[in-house]
């Protein structure tokens, strides 16, 4: 009795009595209002049955909202394998390094041609010219930036018709082939079309390359994203001439260029393949009044009527028409004002592009956390400084240096954060499409590089070299207050 009782005491407050577990279970039918009846002997043979809990608490075992950086997503036809679900953070990790590659490559083969360009002109016809060797090499290199021009609103509206990963894809590709051409050309005006061939699918990577990133990445990280995407191209910039010299030098212009293209379209190959099996997904989509998506003629015309990306685009045309000035007197300046050889002054111009490479990814940080148009109008002062300091070369080399260093920090700090400060107004305008409104940045880059050394070198000769740069470092300063403005 005292056993039951002590059993029946344990058994209400859920604690096991030892008396209990000590009892034979021939025992247990005997007592009556035990706890081994029927019922309490089926609880505790599913107590038994049920599965450890491994130390989980219940209310860790919920679901937890997804973060910015660890939200996974599903793969559009990824199937039920293990890369059907990927992390958000990794896509767009994955974006970053496409597009670095791709506009690494695109910059690699643009400026490969640097050191062998003036051997092929000078080749014999008819791959080469016997008579005006000097304006052949300025239709060539202007035959780039005018294709590009030309091609960047047409590559604009097919990755708007289309998706940014596959007009970054076909461009890559086209790139490739272009470059394949290099190879293969037996006249000059074959080299002629494949440099063109260049600037058009330079334009549809630039386009497709920034507006992928826009896409998949929020507003307070794309500042950085585009800065590490535009490193790629600094990247390239620097290595071109390099590599291009050499690989000419040891395999001759066929073998160069045919391992060029052959990385290229591996490139491609590889872009499509990683595309495929993690489709990069957009932060949100636009839509107008009703949920209906605006036309793209309808889009295109608030765009080139809005004040904010019109003063964003002029300051992309200004910094470029600087560099393209500075470009082509710098050169006859070291030569004529302080005699330095070939080799020395490719070393100076290299000052720059070092600059650039240090300066984008940083000022992209930068831009994430600070004032966008702040940073925009900052890149215009500096690149007025830069002229400044172009016109007082007569104190010295190191006012040269300086000039050279500036104009590389400049153009870091104005192209990185002028993609992302784009993007941010193309959403609070909800002015449509990304790929329209940097396809009117490659405009205004290539616009800047053909009008900048023409007006440049004409009041170079009315007046002085000085004059040319410091009339257009001069526009900088006037734009510089309009972009303030933008908030």
Same mark, same amino acid.
């Given at each position: 009795?005292?056993?039951?009782l002590?059993?029946t005491?344990?058994?209400?407050?859920?604690?096991?009595?030892?008396?209990?577990?000590?009892?034979?279970?021939?025992?247990?039918?005997?007592?009556?209002g035990?706890?081994?009846?029927?019922?309490?002997?089926?609880?505790?043979r599913n107590?038994?049955?049920?599965?450890?809990?491994?130390?989980?608490d219940?209310?860790?075992?919920?679901?937890r909202?997804?973060?910015?950086?660890?939200?996974r997503?599903s793969?559009?036809?990824?199937?039920?394998?293990?890369?059907?679900?990927?992390?958000q953070?990794?896509?767009?990790?994955?974006?970053?390094?496409?597009?670095a590659?791709?506009?690494?490559?695109?910059?690699?083969?643009?400026?490969?041609?640097?050191?062998?360009?003036?051997?092929?002109?000078?080749?014999?016809p008819?791959?080469?010219?016997?008579?005006?060797? /000097?304006?052949?090499?300025?239709?060539?290199?202007?035959?780039?930036?005018?294709?590009?021009?030309? =091609?960047a609103?047409?590559?604009?509206?097919?990755?708007?018709?289309?998706s940014?990963n596959?007009?970054?894809?076909?461009?890559?590709?086209?790139l490739?082939?272009?470059?394949?051409?290099?190879?293969?050309?037996?006249?000059?005006?074959?080299?002629?079309l494949?440099?063109?061939?260049?600037?058009?699918?330079?334009?549809?990577?630039?386009?497709?390359?920034?507006?992928?990133?826009?896409?998949?990445?929020?507003?307070d990280?794309?500042?950085s994203?585009?800065?590490?995407?535009?490193?790629?191209?600094?990247?390239?910039?620097?290595?071109?001439?390099?590599?291009?010299?050499?690989? =000419?030098e040891?395999?001759?212009?066929?073998?160069?260029f045919?391992?060029?293209?052959?990385?290229?379209l591996?490139?491609?190959a590889?872009?499509a393949?990683?595309?495929?099996l993690?489709?990069?997904?957009?932060?949100?989509?636009?839509?107008?009044?009703?949920?209906?998506k605006?036309?793209?003629?309808?889009?295109?015309?608030?765009?080139?009527?809005?004040?904010?990306?019109?003063?964003?685009?002029?300051?992309?045309?200004?910094?470029?028409a600087?560099?393209?000035v500075?470009?082509?007197?710098?050169?006859?300046?070291l030569?004529? /004002?302080?005699?330095?050889?070939?080799?020395?002054r490719?070393?100076?111009?290299?000052?720059?592009?070092v600059?650039?490479?240090?300066?984008?990814?940083?000022?992209?940080?930068?831009?994430?956390?600070?004032?966008?148009?702040?940073m925009?109008?900052?890149?215009?002062?500096?690149?007025?400084?830069s002229?400044a300091? =172009?016109?007082?070369?007569?104190?010295?080399i190191?006012?040269?240096?300086?000039?050279?260093?500036?104009?590389?920090?400049?153009?870091?700090?104005?192209?990185?954060?002028s993609?992302?400060?784009?993007?941010?107004?193309?959403?609070?305008h /909800?002015?449509?499409?990304?790929?329209?409104?940097?396809?009117?940045?490659d405009?205004?880059?290539?616009?800047?590089?053909?009008?900048?050394?023409?007006?440049?070198?004409?009041?170079?000769?009315?007046?002085?070299?000085?004059?040319?740069?410091?009339?257009?470092?001069?526009?900088?300063?006037?734009?510089?207050?309009?972009?303030?403005?933008?908030?």
């Open positions: 009795a005292l056993s039951a002590a059993t005491a344990f058994s209400s407050h859920r604690i096991p009595c030892c008396c209990a577990l000590q009892r034979r279970p021939s025992d247990a039918p005997k007592i009556r035990d706890a081994t009846d029927d019922s309490a002997l089926r609880i505790r107590r038994r049955r049920a599965p450890p809990n491994d130390g989980h219940a209310s860790r075992s919920r679901r909202p997804p973060s910015d950086d660890g939200e997503l793969v559009r036809g990824g199937g039920d394998g293990v890369g059907s679900v990927i992390p953070a990794q896509r767009r990790r994955l974006v970053l390094l496409l597009v590659t791709a506009l690494f490559n695109d910059m690699l083969q643009l400026t490969m041609l640097l050191p062998i360009i003036h051997t092929l002109v000078s080749s014999p008819p791959l080469g010219v016997t008579t005006n060797k /000097e304006v052949a090499l300025g239709v060539f290199f202007a035959s780039k930036d005018l294709c590009q021009m030309a =091609f609103p047409v590559a604009g509206v097919l990755t708007s018709k289309t940014a596959a007009a970054l894809i076909a461009s890559t590709a086209g490739g082939l272009a470059t394949l051409v290099f190879s293969e050309a037996t006249t000059f005006r074959q080299l002629l494949a440099r063109g061939a260049q600037g058009a699918a330079s334009a549809a990577v630039m386009c497709g390359g920034m507006t992928l990133i826009a896409e998949t990445h929020p507003p990280v794309r500042g994203a585009m800065g590490l995407a535009l490193t790629g191209l600094a990247f390239g910039l620097l290595c071109g001439p390099l590599i291009g010299g050499l690989m =000419f040891r395999l001759g212009r066929r073998r160069t045919r391992l060029a293209s052959a990385i290229v591996a490139n491609a590889a872009m393949g990683l595309m495929g993690a489709p990069p997904e957009r932060t949100k989509e636009r839509e107008v009044d009703g949920g209906k605006e036309s793209l003629a309808a889009s295109s015309k608030r765009l080139l009527s809005n004040r904010d990306i019109l003063a964003v685009t002029a300051s992309t045309f200004v910094i470029h600087v560099v393209g500075i470009k082509p007197i710098s050169q006859v300046v030569d004529a /004002e302080f005699g330095m050889t070939m080799l020395n490719s070393f100076v111009i290299s000052i720059a592009t600059a650039y490479f240090v300066t984008t990814p940083f000022s992209g940080w930068l831009s994430d956390r600070a004032s966008r148009p702040r925009v109008a900052s890149s215009l002062l500096i690149m007025a400084g002229s300091f =172009f016109a007082l070369r007569g104190l010295g190191w006012a040269f240096y300086v000039c050279v260093a500036l104009l590389g920090v400049a153009l870091g700090v104005q192209k990185s954060s993609q992302s400060l784009l993007a941010d107004l193309m959403d609070r /909800e002015l449509g499409e990304y790929s329209m409104v940097y396809a009117l940045s405009v205004a880059d290539s616009l800047g590089l053909i009008v900048g050394p023409i007006v440049g070198l004409w009041l170079g000769q009315i007046f002085s070299h000085s004059v040319g740069v410091v009339a257009i470092g001069a526009l900088c300063l006037l734009l510089a207050p309009v972009v303030l403005r933008i908030e």
